[in-house]
């Protein structure tokens, strides 16, 4: 049986053997007075006979590769497994591409004995491991309907597996952040062993070349350099300009919706504003690319200016356009959390509407309208698709924004797009990058949270 049908199939007896725990529960609480409600004895049957399948089913699929991987080497002939330029990667992608009826036209014959083994095993494991977890879901949801009782206390059991369930969910996001964080700084620590960090971190060029490669134009070889200082140079003027935009369109707009605009009106212009967050980054780069930027270039030409075609103002128009409704719905959100009791009283003692909303209410949100404008620099600074189409991928040392500049994120993209070396500087500097663009948040998120203990009200 394949595998999803698999999961299918004890996911809905699971869901079964759940319906029959509740109705067999429901006819007993109608004669008897039970501890817990019959729909508590309902998920704890659900559960119990989900949850050894689903782990014994995520054991054996991991399994499953493993042994697989093992029992080919077997068929590896003994003349290529015992030579020196022997990968084994390379010969078990060839067995995987042959069972995944990618053919060429001359397949070795231990290529194909190595594949027709491995479809057996395969076959083999998967009814196997079908009749053991359907098997083991009968027989754990037979179980738990025995335990239905007046004395059974299934609250107490379904509580604990979802407090487990919701402490396992925290782990692992704690792990991959761990995980992702640890992978960069050994990948950032063989770079730094290959370029100094004060020129990665103080130098004003930025041409990640292969040592030795011809510079465009010039017919000379030339040394790579790895200065850093136009990539966040221009991280920095493109979030400037998307900020100027988005945080004032988005906070007027939210005093506007919160304030001042009728019921009505909040209900269509709230949500028409925050489809602005649903559409994709790659729709605003074209847009970027195909609309603003001729437009930009245009206007600056009519006014004498030299303009590049791929601007760094483009960019950031069209990304600010794109982080107002991360401003707009999260100050929203908090100006209305504002208790109405202050605003009476100010009004008590003479103050206009207006007078209310800059002296009482906008101190009394500006935690929360911090925490919004946070999150919209750390979606300027990461966003990519917009600033590759828009603004270019030339690293020029500039802080004007009619130039094309690029962003660390782009040159992340751009220099790990396709195979790559992994041992050669201009792969890892990558990694650098997203280091030092990973401190740089959090020393922005560490003042940004100061900022919010220093002006947060509570209120009784």
Request: net charge negative; charged share 15%; proline share 3%.
């Amino acid at each position: 049986m394949p595998q999803v049908w698999l999961l299918f199939s004890f996911v809905l007896i699971s869901t079964c053997f759940g319906y029959v725990g509740y109705a067999q529960s429901s006819r007993l609480s109608g004669v008897e007075r039970l501890n817990s409600r019959p729909v508590y004895h309902g998920f704890f049957v659900a559960l119990s006979a989900f949850i050894p399948s689903f782990f014994l089913f995520v054991a054996i699929s991991i399994g499953d590769g493993l042994f697989i991987r093992q029992a080919i080497f077997e068929y590896y002939p003994v003349e290529l497994s015992t030579s020196e330029d022997f990968n084994e990667i390379i010969a078990f992608s060839q067995v995987k591409n042959h069972v995944s009826g990618v053919i060429f036209e001359e397949t070795e014959e231990w290529v194909k004995n190595a594949g027709a083994a491995w479809q057996q095993w395969d076959n083999q494991i998967r009814n196997i491991s079908s009749v053991v977890i359907l098997c083991l879901t009968f027989m754990t949801g037979f179980f738990a309907l025995r335990k239905i009782g007046t004395d059974f206390t299934s609250r107490s059991y379904v509580e604990k597996i979802i407090t487990w369930f919701l402490a396992i969910c925290s782990l692992i996001a704690i792990l991959t952040t761990v995980g992702i964080i640890f992978s960069v700084i050994f990948e950032s620590f063989r770079f730094f062993a290959l370029v100094p960090v004060s020129e990665f971190l103080f130098g004003l060029t930025w041409n990640p070349q292969f040592d030795g490669a011809e510079r465009a134009g010039s017919g000379q070889m030339g040394l790579a350099t790895y200065g850093s200082v136009p990539l966040f140079l221009g991280t920095l003027l493109i979030s400037v300009i998307a900020l100027s935009v988005a945080v004032p369109v988005g906070l007027f707009s939210a005093i506007y919706l919160s304030e001042y605009a009728t019921q009505r009106t909040r209900s269509i212009v709230k949500p028409l504003m925050e489809i602005l967050a649903g559409i994709p980054t790659v729709v605003y780069g074209f847009f970027a690319a195909l609309t603003v930027a001729p437009f930009v270039r245009g206007l600056g030409m009519d006014l004498g200016l030299d303009v590049a075609s791929e601007s760094a103002l483009a960019a950031g128009l069209v990304m600010g356009i794109m982080i107002i409704p991360f401003v707009s719905s999260l100050s929203d959100d908090v100006i209305n959390a504002v208790p109405q009791s202050l605003r009476d009283a100010s009004f008590a003692l003479g103050s206009t509407k207006s007078e209310s909303v800059k002296q009482v209410v906008l101190p009394a949100a500006l935690s929360g309208i911090v925490a919004s404008v946070l999150l919209a620099v750390s979606r300027a600074v990461g966003e990519t698709m917009i600033v590759v189409m828009a603004a270019g991928l030339a690293a020029n040392l500039s802080v004007n924004p009619l130039d094309a500049v690029t962003t660390v994120t782009s040159q992340i993209v751009t220099i790990l797009v396709g195979d790559q070396e992994f041992e050669s500087a201009k792969t890892l500097s990558a990694f650098a990058l997203a280091l030092t663009l990973i401190i740089i948040t959090l020393v922005l998120n560490f003042s940004a949270l100061q900022i919010v203990k220093k002006y947060r009200e509570h209120y009784e």
